[in-house]
């Protein structure tokens, strides 16, 4: 699995059925999910169920800098720098991806709208007058219960998220 993580191609978005408990002792506690140069971050969507939760989370987890302004516009220009954390690759894992956003308006759609626009140009690399960045892996894991991963990707697609993998976990 950690090979379709790393690599520069679709689907750039994950979900991973599993409760938090086992994706940590099968992925985070050994160091499965770490390799040179990849920048792995969790998210813990339980903090995310309103848009101030989800900014002061992403601030925090992401390092965001202390002129973030806590708004959509600002989340959006952060999480397409990331200066601060330097990497050949990123994965930003949001744990109880159930549970973010949980109110009824247009916010979880933007901030999907958001992820897809950051994640299109981390991977499609950036020309910024004349600073160029390559292209760089950016994979976004939705962690979430098993018996939610038809919700969560119900959610993504009604939010306009539709090439999104569904990881299986294989049981010993």
């Not at 995310?48 to 302004?69: H, K, R, W």
């Not at 038809?150 to 299986?168: F, H, P, Q, T, Y």
Request: hydrophobic letters at 40%; charged letters at 25%; aromatic letters at 12%.
């Amino acid at each position: 699995m950690i090979q379709e993580l790393i690599q520069l191609k679709q689907p750039y978005f994950h979900i991973i059925g599993i409760e938090k408990s086992e994706f940590y002792r099968l992925f985070l506690s050994n160091g499965s999910l770490e390799c040179e140069g990849m920048v792995v971050k969790q998210i813990a969507g339980s903090k995310c169920t309103t848009i101030d939760e989800l900014f002061a989370e992403f601030a925090e987890v992401l390092q965001f800098p202390d002129y973030f302004g806590n708004n959509w516009a600002a989340f959006d220009e952060c999480l397409n720098d990331l200066d601060w954390l330097p990497g050949e690759a990123y994965l930003l894992i949001i744990e109880d991806a159930d549970q973010v956003i949980t109110i009824s308006d247009n916010s979880f759609k933007i901030f999907i709208e958001i992820l897809k626009r950051s994640v299109n140009e981390w991977t499609e690399g950036r020309n910024y007058d004349d600073f160029l960045t390559p292209p760089i892996p950016f994979h976004v894991v939705f962690q979430c219960p098993v018996k939610k991963i038809n919700d969560v990707k119900e959610r993504l697609k009604m939010a306009g998220l539709k090439n999104v993998n569904i990881i299986s976990i294989k049981e010993d």
